[in-house]
């Protein structure tokens, strides 16, 4: 018996369960289409304060219905009454008898009351219906018991029979052998003992009517609110078919489908909705050829700008050579003009690489040559070709890299380039102080149950030590685990970066501090280059730095080009500076957290 108690139980728990699991999909459905459709807001919310008005009006047309019928019922009842009692009063006159005498004497004025055809002579009471009479000779100093009676007199009640034996009228409603009636009584003092006369009217007719009229308002209620919610979904569809419409034109617009336009139909306000939305697509597209005619230009005349400058810069530069190996042999000041032009000519070449870079990444021409290799001799060339630079400027490079390979696939070229541009900024942005460079990375990683790494993909990914893992680019490699990242970062303890300058740091030509005098004298297109490089790779370049506090810069690549990572291998800001808010540059850039300036 416990154990089938215990199913039973068991049974019922799995039901309750997979009615609420089935109650919270039908409620997050519901919850879908509620923010989604608007036609769908608008019908519910119609067909809801339809309903509320439509019950606040059924309640009160049953309430006036039925005080109608009750108070024309009570006024009938009490003509009716008042014809019985003189009725009664002309078959009782003189002395009424004692018990068995009176008896009969109030059941020949029951008959007669019930065979009178004085009802049926007064229209006014005729309009009260079919009655059952009572006559009774009762005595308030008597027990009921003891009380002389014809009819049913069982139906009246005893507070009805109170008020009535103490010679007032009274009526009220009563229910007696699952039946309602109206009983109205009054006094007889026309004999020489006390008598009552009750009158009991069944209800049952004004309890159907009331019963049609209640099903008649439900009924109509429904149907009310059916065509309510089909006029109200009708016209709302008119509405929101065009605003759809719209919207479905202004997603491909914005896909590229740049000669999309909305179909005009009449003068109305849609239609003038439409018009308007043709004509601001039309200008757009004109302004957006116009600024890829304007770019394509642009990039042409950079590209054939820096190519066109190369032959005469070669020309300047074998002359510079020259005088420059020659300078031992000038006076001093034109041996200084030949070291100036030579420095100059270096900046130049500078330029005109980054130039013609830029172009090609513009032209979205650049393709990596990405092979796995250990990036660890990759940092260790990048710090000895900035090594005589730092050398002059006083500072420190202090290396931080694993005992281990750290394998990854990238474009060594290009993450050297990358490297070299950082160290080259921290070193000129570090007031002679040292420069930490260091490199981490993470194994391959598994995501959590339930999510493949193609979920994750552009999502920050909260981990331990407060940063935030990118998941930048596809979904490269197997899609239940992540190949993991490999991150470094650049620290230098100089002057650091105001509030607010985050947003421009990687902009073309952006500086800091234009009035600044500079050692490396950069083209301003470092950074902008390498952000490039970081993108091509599926990685990220991400910066911080405070006032006083110095700053760091860091790349960070996915083992796979273009893959996927969850947990970045190296903070930012850095550990020396500890938690802030807003601390990762991965996704949550502080307007405080300043990347550093552009070479």
Not at 15 to 25: P, S, Y
Not at 248 to 253: D, P, R, T, V, Y
Not at 520 to 528: E, I, K, M, Q, S
């Amino acid at each position: 018996m416990r154990d089938r108690l215990s199913g039973l139980g068991g049974l019922l728990l799995g039901l309750a369960r997979r009615v609420a699991a089935f109650g919270r999909r039908k409620s997050t459905a519901f919850g879908e289409l509620w923010r989604h459709s608007l036609q769908f807001r608008v019908t519910v919310s119609t067909l809801a304060m339809s309903a509320a008005v439509v019950f606040v009006l059924g309640m009160v047309l049953q309430n006036q219905i039925t005080d109608r019928l009750m108070t024309t019922k009570e006024e009938a009842a009490t003509a009716q009454l008042d014809a019985v009692v003189r009725t009664v009063e002309s078959e009782l006159v003189g002395d009424a008898g004692q018990d068995d005498a009176l008896r009969e004497r109030l059941t020949n004025a029951v008959n007669r009351i019930t065979t009178s055809s004085v009802a049926a002579q007064d229209a006014a009471s005729s309009a009260a219906g079919t009655f059952e009479p009572v006559l009774a000779a009762g005595d308030p100093e008597r027990p009921a018991s003891r009380t002389v009676f014809a009819g049913p007199y069982d139906k009246v009640s005893g507070r009805l029979r109170g008020f009535v034996e103490n010679n007032t009228p009274a009526k009220e409603f009563h229910t007696a052998d699952g039946t309602t009636y109206l009983a109205i009584g009054a006094p007889i003092t026309t004999t020489t003992r006390p008598l009552q006369v009750y009158l009991l009217f069944p209800l049952t007719s004004e309890q159907n009517t009331v019963a049609t009229v209640q099903n008649t308002l439900v009924v109509g209620s429904f149907a009310l609110l059916a065509l309510l919610a089909g006029i109200t979904n009708i016209v709302v569809r008119q509405v929101v078919q065009p605003v759809r419409r719209a919207a479905g034109a202004a997603e491909q617009f914005a896909h590229g489908e740049l000669d999309r336009r909305l179909e005009v139909v009449g003068e109305d306000d849609l239609a003038k909705l439409a018009v308007a939305y043709n004509e601001m697509a039309a200008s757009i597209q004109r302004q957006i050829r116009q600024l890829e005619e304007f770019g394509e230009l642009q990039r042409r005349f950079t590209s054939d700008v820096s190519h066109e400058l190369r032959t005469p810069l070669t020309t300047v530069r074998m002359a510079a050579d020259v005088l420059h190996a020659s300078r031992e042999q000038f006076p001093a000041g034109l041996a200084r003009s030949t070291e100036l032009l030579t420095d100059e000519l270096d900046r130049f070449e500078q330029l005109l690489a980054d130039l013609l870079e830029i172009s090609r990444l513009d032209a979205g021409v650049e393709e990596l040559s990405s092979e796995v290799a250990d990036v660890r001799p990759i940092v260790e060339r990048a710090v000895e070709q900035v090594s005589g630079l730092a050398e002059s400027m006083g500072s420190a490079i202090e290396v931080d890299l694993p005992d281990g390979p750290v394998e990854a696939e990238v474009d060594a070229r290009r993450i050297e380039r990358i490297l070299r541009n950082l160290l080259a900024n921290a070193l000129d942005h570090g007031e002679g102080r040292p420069v930490h460079v260091r490199l981490a990375s993470t194994e391959r990683e598994t995501p959590p149950v339930g999510e493949a790494a193609g979920e994750h993909a552009g999502v920050a990914t909260p981990v331990a030590d407060g940063t935030s893992g990118a998941v930048p680019g596809g979904t490269s490699g197997a899609a239940d685990e992540w190949p993991g990242a490999v991150a470094i970062t650049i620290r230098d303890q100089g002057i650091g970066l105001r509030p607010g300058e985050s947003e421009l740091v990687f902009n073309r030509f952006w500086r800091a501090d234009p009035s600044r005098n500079r050692r490396t004298g950069g083209t301003g297109l470092g950074l902008a280059i390498s952000q490039e490089d970081a993108r091509l790779h599926g990685g990220t370049l991400d910066a911080w730095g405070e006032p006083d506090r110095g700053s760091c810069f860091r790349l960070t690549l996915p083992r796979k080009v273009g893959g996927s990572y969850a947990a970045n291998p190296l903070p930012l800001p850095p550990e020396d500076v500890g938690p802030t808010a807003g601390v990762d540059g991965d996704r949550d850039v502080r307007p405080d957290v300043q990347p550093g300036e552009t070479v």
